[in-house]
């Protein structure tokens, strides 16, 4: 793969098929495959009060699992209802939470992030989320409007006439609008049929109301899709011109993924296909000025994500690249993780027994992971490798207390194909990621794996 001053691709095939496996998306490190019930509440409590006396900012992450239609490709924690009651002993629940949570952190610790995620967050009722943001201001010390980044996952099919402004008056200032396609024919092969009109709708409320950043999902590797359709669709995407866009490579997982048994095998785009779109939509979006920031995500040149790459404070997390690297996550809802400390955790992941919890006064934390001091180290590396495209030996040894050259003898030895084939470049005291090395970032961070063991069982979606 070359890349030109015009940041044009030539993409090698060839390559990309070789590289082409299973592997991690590395939000967090260890993978939530190692998170185990012996981690318990009592762990995340001690966890939660070392992490209080460092008094870094809070960012909370709320999971909202409803949605009125499935998405055959979803596979995310959803509840599928048309009863818009249904909510209300969930969010009744999410509230009791919410208290016992802020209960352990006190006012000494600031919200500077928060997001909605699911499912659909805007499943519930504009009265709904109103109260959810008023009970969040009631018991969390948020930080001041200017220095917030508070985000909203929006379905533009579900949306009341004033939900964008109103959202914006609680003091959300991101949105994230789901897409993956305006192609009719795949839209219908999905489940999920969605005008461009509902989409251009949202967006220019969004403006309106003077949201700061506009993000849009794509998918490519969706049944039915071909380089013309899809070209299609990032015309108009790039016609609408949002600050960021995250374009995720479709798993096939249907082992995994129920309703991914109704999208039929024969549909999905071969391999060949499925390369030329990553070719397409790289290139297209840099020759309309997105920067490339790694992975599947793209922001203009002024955008937030950007800026925080070049400082050299962008992070990876389980909502994907963030610009907040000081910020425990406290996860809350049905099934959300959380990183506190040197800790993850993850709710109970039914509703049933995140109630049954809650009612008897416990957090309902069901399992978790506590970070050894090796966890520590190859974590950090992989977030230099996933976010900077540079690991330097010095400082991480400085970091560490380590020789990295021997602390990590093997792992060298292992990235010396990968140089070969230009993915990295090596030398006394860095790892580079090279441009061809950008779109195989997990195969780059797998080599510090601990835990990555060859396997033929399929734990992970596909690199490519």
């Given at each position: 793969?070359k890349e030109s001053k015009s940041q044009s691709i030539e993409f090698d095939a060839d390559m990309l098929?070789?590289?082409?496996?299973?592997?991690?998306?590395?939000?967090?490190?260890?993978?939530?495959?190692?998170?185990?019930?012996?981690?318990?509440?009592?762990?995340?409590?001690?966890?939660?009060?070392?992490?209080?006396?460092?008094?870094?900012?809070?960012?909370?992450?709320?999971?909202?699992?409803?949605?009125?239609?499935?998405?055959?490709?979803?596979?995310?924690?959803?509840?599928?209802?048309?009863?818009?009651?249904?909510?209300?002993?969930?969010?009744?629940?999410?509230?009791?939470?919410?208290?016992?949570?802020?209960?352990?952190?006190?006012?000494?610790?600031?919200?500077?992030?928060?997001?909605?995620?699911?499912?659909?967050?805007?499943?519930?009722?504009?009265?709904?989320?109103?109260?959810?943001?008023?009970?969040?201001?009631?018991?969390?010390?948020?930080?001041?409007?200017?220095?917030?980044?508070?985000?909203?996952?929006?379905?533009?099919?579900?949306?009341?006439?004033?939900?964008?402004?109103?959202?914006?008056?609680?003091?959300?200032?991101?949105?994230?609008?789901?897409?993956?396609?305006?192609?009719?024919?795949?839209?219908?092969?999905?489940?999920?049929?969605?005008?461009?009109?509902?989409?251009?709708?949202?967006?220019?409320?969004?403006?309106?109301?003077?949201?700061?950043?506009?993000?849009?999902?794509?998918?490519?590797?969706?049944?039915?899709?071909?380089?013309?359709?899809?070209?299609?669709?990032?015309?108009?995407?790039?016609?609408?011109?949002?600050?960021?866009?995250?374009?995720?490579?479709?798993?096939?997982?249907?082992?995994?993924?129920?309703?991914?048994?109704?999208?039929?095998?024969?549909?999905?785009?071969?391999?060949?296909?499925?390369?030329?779109?990553?070719?397409?939509?790289?290139?297209?979006?840099?020759?309309?000025?997105?920067?490339?920031?790694?992975?599947?995500?793209?922001?203009?040149?002024?955008?937030?994500?950007?800026?925080?790459?070049?400082?050299?404070?962008?992070?990876?997390?389980?909502?994907?690249?963030?610009?907040?690297?000081?910020?425990?996550?406290?996860?809350?809802?049905?099934?959300?993780?959380?990183?506190?400390?040197?800790?993850?955790?993850?709710?109970?992941?039914?509703?049933?027994?995140?109630?049954?919890?809650?009612?008897?006064?416990?957090?309902?934390?069901?399992?978790?992971?506590?970070?050894?001091?090796?966890?520590?180290?190859?974590?950090?590396?992989?977030?230099?490798?996933?976010?900077?495209?540079?690991?330097?030996?010095?400082?991480?040894?400085?970091?560490?207390?380590?020789?990295?050259?021997?602390?990590?003898?093997?792992?060298?030895?292992?990235?010396?194909?990968?140089?070969?084939?230009?993915?990295?470049?090596?030398?006394?005291?860095?790892?580079?990621?090279?441009?061809?090395?950008?779109?195989?970032?997990?195969?780059?961070?797998?080599?510090?794996?601990?835990?990555?063991?060859?396997?033929?069982?399929?734990?992970?979606?596909?690199?490519?």
């Amino acid at each position: 793969m070359k890349e030109s001053k015009s940041q044009s691709i030539e993409f090698d095939a060839d390559m990309l098929k070789k590289y082409d496996t299973f592997g991690p998306r590395y939000t967090s490190y260890p993978t939530a495959l190692q998170f185990s019930p012996a981690f318990t509440e009592r762990d995340y409590r001690d966890e939660l009060a070392q992490s209080n006396e460092q008094g870094n900012p809070l960012s909370l992450y709320y999971h909202i699992p409803y949605c009125e239609s499935l998405c055959f490709y979803c596979a995310c924690n959803k509840i599928i209802t048309h009863t818009f009651d249904r909510a209300t002993p969930y969010l009744e629940y999410l509230h009791k939470e919410i208290v016992m949570q802020a209960a352990l952190v006190g006012d000494q610790r600031q919200v500077n992030q928060l997001h909605f995620g699911g499912g659909t967050p805007t499943f519930l009722s504009d009265q709904q989320l109103q109260e959810l943001m008023l009970e969040t201001e009631r018991h969390f010390q948020l930080a001041p409007v200017e220095q917030r980044e508070f985000s909203i996952e929006i379905d533009p099919r579900a949306v009341r006439e004033n939900t964008i402004a109103m959202l914006r008056e609680f003091g959300f200032n991101r949105v994230s609008l789901g897409v993956q396609d305006f192609d009719e024919k795949v839209q219908k092969a999905v489940n999920r049929e969605q005008s461009i009109e509902q989409t251009q709708a949202v967006l220019d409320a969004a403006r309106q109301s003077g949201y700061q950043s506009i993000n849009m999902d794509l998918i490519y590797g969706l049944p039915h899709q071909t380089v013309e359709s899809f070209d299609r669709t990032l015309a108009t995407i790039m016609g609408m011109r949002p600050e960021r866009l995250a374009i995720y490579s479709y798993a096939h997982m249907p082992n995994r993924v129920k309703a991914q048994n109704l999208i039929k095998a024969e549909n999905l785009p071969d391999a060949v296909t499925k390369l030329s779109l990553l070719e397409l939509t790289i290139n297209r979006l840099q020759e309309a000025g997105y920067v490339y920031i790694g992975m599947d995500h793209f922001a203009l040149p002024d955008d937030e994500l950007v800026l925080a790459k070049e400082k050299g404070t962008l992070q990876r997390n389980f909502q994907g690249y963030s610009t907040h690297a000081d910020t425990d996550m406290i996860g809350m809802g049905v099934t959300s993780i959380g990183k506190v400390n040197n800790a993850y955790s993850q709710n109970e992941r039914f509703e049933k027994a995140y109630f049954k919890a809650l009612d008897a006064g416990h957090l309902p934390v069901f399992q978790g992971y506590r970070l050894s001091a090796d966890d520590k180290l190859r974590r950090a590396v992989i977030q230099d490798l996933m976010c900077q495209g540079v690991v330097d030996f010095k400082s991480v040894e400085n970091q560490f207390g380590i020789d990295f050259n021997s602390y990590f003898s093997q792992e060298l030895q292992r990235l010396l194909p990968l140089q070969e084939d230009d993915l990295v470049s090596l030398s006394a005291q860095q790892i580079r990621v090279q441009p061809f090395g950008r779109l195989l970032l997990r195969n780059i961070a797998m080599v510090f794996d601990a835990y990555q063991k060859p396997t033929k069982e399929q734990r992970f979606s596909r690199v490519i």
